[in-house]
């Protein structure tokens, strides 16, 4: 079919959950075309078995209707059983072991077959109802190739356990914002679609839970738009089997600037490594004790920006403006000269750089 889903779901430790969220899941895509692979991370909580009991008999095959029957059982073809999903395609991975969730994404996305790609997780945290939105919006176009769920945006249900998690979550998402010259909101949201073009141009390889950032940083530096659809979020406890832990929060701030500035191309590397470099010599131009150790690493840093931005040009335009506003007396007039010569740079570089794209 023209615009056939796949639907990859790793699932990791999730027996309890697993047959309410196939049934919603089979049911909310009732008329619609889908690939479902699904990957056992090496689950040892008894997901394994009932995946080979109640998936595997419907993986592999050309299927069409599936039906639930009165003792909770998934079959194609059974008398006097509700009728869940009509078109369906249905590949099971196991892994013998657990090698992460990026690893799961990335062996599933492998082997789907769909037009547009879909990433759920199977921890009953979003609404199925929210994914089917999310694919029907993709399939007009005017979205573009790529749609990210958000649980910041739209008057939708939320629950969020975890002040902390939460505010990592929107740092986070603000750096990549800065270094991705994103405007999301929410960039681990477990719900994600794309389409196989852009999944042609991207390269995954984190295996644990930084696979968020690394596809979100391979679909920006690929030159595609992240745009965003709200969604529910019933956040769960770690009793009821939450697996993120503060770990990752701490972890998920090396990977990005990982993805930013070490996993590029070497024209790229040297580029902003040049840049940063300009402005680390800069900011020790001016001031002295922590006024300098201040200058520098905001110059530093918007080295970095202008770099990641592949604009050296705007950057030797800002230096050089910055350098003639310091010649400007001493004290706070120094600083607001600098000040308002470097806001004017910042302004001639953007519109040169609108002028050359």
Not at 68 to 73: H, I, Y
Not at 233 to 261: A, M, P
Not at 301 to 328: A, K
């Amino acid at each position: 079919m023209e615009n056939k889903l796949s639907i990859i779901i790793p699932i990791f430790n999730e027996k309890k959950l697993l047959l309410k969220f196939f049934t919603d899941l089979f049911s909310a895509y009732s008329n619609h075309y889908v690939n479902y692979v699904i990957i056992n991370d090496g689950s040892y909580d008894g997901s394994e078995l009932w995946l080979k009991e109640n998936i595997e008999p419907l993986a592999n095959k050309k299927i069409k209707k599936i039906y639930l029957t009165k003792d909770n059982k998934f079959k194609i073809k059974h008398s006097n059983s509700k009728l869940l999903s009509k078109f369906n395609e249905i590949q099971l991975i196991n892994h013998n072991k657990n090698i992460g969730k990026g690893a799961a994404v990335i062996n599933g996305l492998k082997k789907a077959k769909g037009n547009f790609l879909m990433i759920l997780d199977s921890d009953m945290e979003y609404d199925t109802e929210d994914s089917l939105y999310m694919y029907e919006t993709i399939q007009n176009g005017k979205m573009g190739d790529v749609i990210f769920g958000s649980r910041y945006t739209r008057d939708l249900p939320h629950r969020h356990r975890y002040y902390l998690h939460t505010l990592a979550n929107k740092l986070n998402t603000y750096l990549f914002n800065i270094f991705f010259s994103s405007h999301i909101s929410d960039i681990h949201c477990g719900l994600k679609i794309f389409s196989r073009d852009v999944y042609k141009k991207i390269r995954l390889s984190s295996y644990d839970f930084s696979i968020d950032l690394d596809l979100g940083t391979q679909i920006a530096k690929s030159g595609f738009l992240i745009s965003e659809v709200g969604v529910s979020y019933y956040s769960r406890s770690y009793y009821e089997g939450k697996k993120i832990t503060w770990l990752d929060g701490l972890l998920s701030y090396y990977y990005i600037f990982k993805f930013r500035f070490i996993k590029n191309n070497i024209k790229n590397n040297l580029l902003i490594y040049l840049s940063m470099t300009t402005g680390l010599i800069t900011g020790l131009h001016f001031g002295q004790g922590i006024g300098k150790i201040l200058a520098t690493i905001f110059c530093v840093f918007l080295g970095s920006i202008y770099g990641i931005r592949g604009s050296f040009l705007g950057l030797l335009l800002l230096i050089v403006f910055m350098l003639v506003g310091s010649q400007f007396g001493n004290g706070l007039v120094q600083i607001f000269a600098t000040a308002i010569f470097a806001f004017t740079a910042i302004f001639l570089s953007n519109k040169l750089d609108k002028r050359n794209k």
